[in-house]
């Protein structure tokens, strides 16, 4: 289902963003290598929060780090709160898992309703733009992109404005121009605080109220797709 949201009335983007983890790419695998090392499967929900909470710590005060670097930090936080001794060897084996995720069922078919509809699409990943390419090539996905932007070509984060500004930049669009499609309520709070559009990618969860609302609300990323599609010509 395709909800468009009321106010300001929005219009068709030249441009999309795609967010990358979680919203294109599934973190479910990464649940199986952390069993492995006697985690719980569960446990990469936290790992992946406090990733981001570490990350926004860093974008807050001005500073920035590689997502794998912050993600490895809080993976021997995971480890020391179940008890777990892990190598080195091993920590990096699932942090490796990162490079091989795949991606949700409908990504190719989201990409391909847009540049069929004359829309250009890039990714915007907290991650780097080599692993963010790796994955994309590697799903068969990288051909339907027309660029990968990274957070470390601007040394902050998401959901620090200049990411998405230098994005739309990237692009060649006004802000308003270039749509944010993420399942994760904050990145798109972040776009929308920017002046890009948002289209939530919900998958059966609520968007929180407190937040700046998308424009778009789908189920999957093809309906997201789907709803910008249909959104208004300027």
């Known amino acids: 289902m395709i909800a468009p949201h009321p106010g300001a009335a929005p219009t068709r983007p030249k441009a999309v963003a795609f967010d990358i983890i979680g919203t294109v790419f599934s973190l479910e695998p990464l649940g199986s290598a952390m069993a492995g090392l006697g985690l719980p499967a569960s446990s990469v929900e936290f790992l992946y929060t406090a990733s981001l909470r570490d990350t926004f710590a860093l974008a807050a005060t001005g500073g920035f780090a590689p997502f794998r670097a912050v993600m490895a930090g809080c993976l021997d936080e995971v480890l020391a709160r179940h008890g777990v001794a892990a190598s080195?060897?091993?920590?990096?084996?699932?942090?490796?898992?990162?490079?091989?995720?795949?991606?949700?069922?409908?990504?190719?078919?989201?990409?391909?309703a847009l540049t069929q509809a004359g829309i250009r699409v890039f990714a915007l990943s907290n991650g780097a733009a080599a692993a963010t390419r790796g994955l994309l090539d590697g799903a068969g996905l990288g051909g339907l992109v027309a660029d990968v932007l990274s957070v470390e070509q601007v040394g902050l984060s998401k959901p620090r404005p200049e990411v998405y500004r230098f994005a739309a930049e990237a692009a060649g669009v006004a802000p308003a121009e270039l749509a944010l499609v993420a399942t994760h309520p904050w990145d798109i709070h972040g776009a929308k605080a920017a002046g890009l559009l948002g289209a939530y990618v919900a998958r059966g969860l609520p968007y929180s109220p407190v937040l700046r609302p998308p424009d778009v609300t789908g189920e999957?990323?093809?309906?997201?797709?789907?709803?910008?599609?249909d959104l208004p010509g300027a």
């Open 88 to 112: 080195a060897q091993e920590k990096g084996a699932v942090l490796d898992r990162m490079a091989r995720l795949p991606p949700h069922d409908d990504a190719g078919a989201a990409f391909a």
């Open 220 to 229: 999957t990323l093809l309906d997201a797709a789907r709803g910008l599609v």
